[in-house]
């Protein structure tokens, strides 16, 4: 199993130079990709955006979206945005998508909350059509969700199944949803699986305040996301074992403290 780092470009304060340098600096160390998540209604900087500045200081690791939320966005402005991140990278995107959570997210944008799912698998085709906007038709697509229509959505159209967070279990569960829609749709092989988890190190209780203002909208829930935080070596040791365990392919461990620091500790961890 691959380990990739999140880019903090979700932490409300992360200016761009912190992206610059984080993207930088993970390059170098032992991780496989750099990740950003995707929110429109709060501080925040956008994952395409963040991803092109790390393409231009990065040669090695790989970029993706973990996930970008794609009913947000008018369908040819986001095959545009995914084949120029692309290109700028060489060819090392990976785009995950998802319809997303959160309702401010819709109302700020302007867009409907309903149908969110017919508009990302009409996206998801123009995609896989190329859509004469420059995306390459064999551009790695990971779609996520924990419902039946997106595990369909995901196996029809895409090349791997994104899981939003919780403990091994959890993803253990959707992935085995995931094979089944891949193989009820008479795909060979499987797909490909990611996970993804939230770390602290040295500073819990920021990485906790974040995690539960992120979070609000899911109301008491948030308590337990936050409490999910892995702030010790052993807790990402064993977080990095059972996803492995249950046949993850990439866990992307997302930062909750803006800190490069955070970086340099998470090395000596998976060390």
């Not at 909350?113 to 790695?140: N, P």
């Not at 993803?171 to 060979?188: C, I």
């Not at 930062?255 to 000596?268: G, I, K, M, Y």
Request: hydrophobic residues 45%; negative net charge.
């Amino acid at each position: 199993m691959n380990v990739g780092i999140g880019l903090p470009n979700t932490i409300p304060g992360t200016d761009g130079r912190l992206l610059v340098d984080w993207a930088r600096h993970a390059d170098a160390g032992p991780f496989s990709t750099v990740a950003t998540l995707d929110r429109l209604a709060y501080d925040s900087i956008d994952p395409f955006c963040a991803l092109a500045a790390a393409a231009a200081v990065t040669d090695r690791v790989a970029l993706a979206t973990m996930i970008a939320i794609g009913p947000l966005r008018n369908t040819a402005l986001l095959v545009k945005e995914a084949a120029s991140v692309d290109a700028v990278a060489g060819g090392r995107l990976t785009l995950g998508l998802a319809v997303g959570a959160r309702l401010d997210d819709y109302e700020t944008a302007g867009v409907p909350h309903s149908g969110r799912g017919a508009r990302l698998s009409e996206q998801l085709a123009a995609l896989r059509d190329g859509d004469g906007l420059g995306v390459r038709r064999d551009l790695r697509l990971l779609v996520g969700g924990n419902t039946g229509p997106a595990f369909a959505r995901m196996a029809r159209y895409a090349d791997g199944y994104a899981h939003n967070g919780g403990p091994p279990r959890a993803f253990d569960r959707a992935a085995a949803g995931a094979r089944a829609a891949w193989s009820d749709l008479g795909r060979p092989g499987r797909p490909l699986l990611w996970g993804q988890g939230y770390f602290a190190l040295g500073d819990e209780d920021a990485g906790a305040a974040y995690l539960r203002d992120y979070y609000a909208f899911t109301g008491p829930f948030a308590e337990r996301i936050a409490a999910g935080n892995l702030t010790s070596a052993r807790a990402i040791k064993d977080f990095v074992r059972g996803y492995a365990e249950a046949g993850c392919d990439e866990l992307i461990l997302f930062p909750t403290v803006a800190d490069a620091a955070q970086l340099d500790r998470l090395a000596e961890v998976l060390a």
